[in-house]
């Protein structure tokens, strides 16, 4: 009876193996494949011709093991499929922006990418468990643009996959920072990047970022680098990291992505945002 015990587990085992194998290559075979959209469409906000946007315009391009808590997100709901960034912040949960799961926060739709610096091929594949958005997240101003999702397969375990520590003080303005994704490169030519981009920000003002918008929340922290760098759509979500640590996910930006307004990201350290990432992830 050992003996079939045994059979019969390693059987199992290997079926479950056999599964994982062939989700994780239909997956990849899809991304490499499918015609996908970009980040949820540009809102208009405020003043001065701005507007949200999902969204590096001019940034350099970067290689995953400089940036292991970056990842990859994608919806899928039907035949319709956009794609965003997230952060992972634990081995079991990434931080994203709201905007990018709002209108299908079935986790069936939801796919993982990380470990890999192509966003065509190569990397691991991470299936998502659970989403929870904001509880005070507004669709129509993106206020508590903030979401997390808890991955059915742990991130531990695996090469250029790793989380990044959450920012827990303000930064000061004038901070360099740094952004990353796989967000258009040309807004015009609706272009997207093979490879990883990123770009470094400087932190500005609350005032300066109301200038350009009319008016930004407490939730948010705004940059800006000019010279023609800017995120764009497909960065939403995203990381924006200051002194190493997470300190915002992609909200919103100027129209077209022109690098004439501040990007705005979703401020990891607002009282609010981090009280949900401790009730939801734990840290």
């Known amino acids: 009876m050992k003996s079939v015990s045994i059979i019969c587990v390693s059987l199992l085992v290997l079926s479950i193996g056999n599964v994982l194998a062939n989700r994780s290559s239909e997956t990849e075979n899809e991304v490499a494949n499918a015609s996908e959209e970009t980040t949820p469409g540009p809102k208009q906000l405020g003043a001065n011709n ?52 709002y209108n299908n926060p079935n986790p069936a739709g939801i796919t993982l990418q990380g470990g890999s610096t192509s966003q065509y091929r190569g990397g691991v594949f991470f299936y998502a468990s659970k989403i929870l958005i904001h509880p005070n997240y507004d669709p129509q101003t993106y206020d508590y643009d903030a979401a997390i999702i808890e991955v ?27 952004a990353a994704g796989w967000g258009l490169i040309d807004f015009d030519t609706q272009t997207s990047p093979e490879n990883l981009q990123y770009a470094q920000f400087q932190v500005v003002s ?28 497909g960065d939403s979500g995203g990381p924006l990291v200051c002194n190493g640590k997470l300190t915002g996910a992609t909200s919103f930006g100027g129209r077209g992505c022109r690098a004439r307004s501040p990007a705005g990201f979703t401020k990891v350290m607002a009282s609010s945002i981090r009280q949900f990432i401790l009730e939801n992830a734990g840290i």
């Open 50 to 101: 701005s507007s949200y946007s999902g969204r590096i315009i001019n940034g350099q391009t970067g290689d995953i093991s400089s940036f292991p808590y970056t990842v990859r997100l994608r919806v899928t709901n039907g035949s319709r499929r956009s794609v965003c960034g997230a952060t992972i912040i634990t081995w079991w949960h990434a931080f994203t922006a709201a905007h990018c799961v």
């Open 152 to 178: 059915e397969n742990t991130f531990q375990g695996y090469t250029n996959v790793a989380p990044v520590p959450l920012q827990n003080e303000e930064v000061p303005v004038g901070t360099s920072c740094t």
């Open 206 to 233: 609350q005032q300066q970022c109301s200038s350009a918008y009319g008016y930004v929340s407490p939730q948010v922290i705004c940059v800006y680098r000019g010279n023609g760098v800017d995120m764009c759509k």
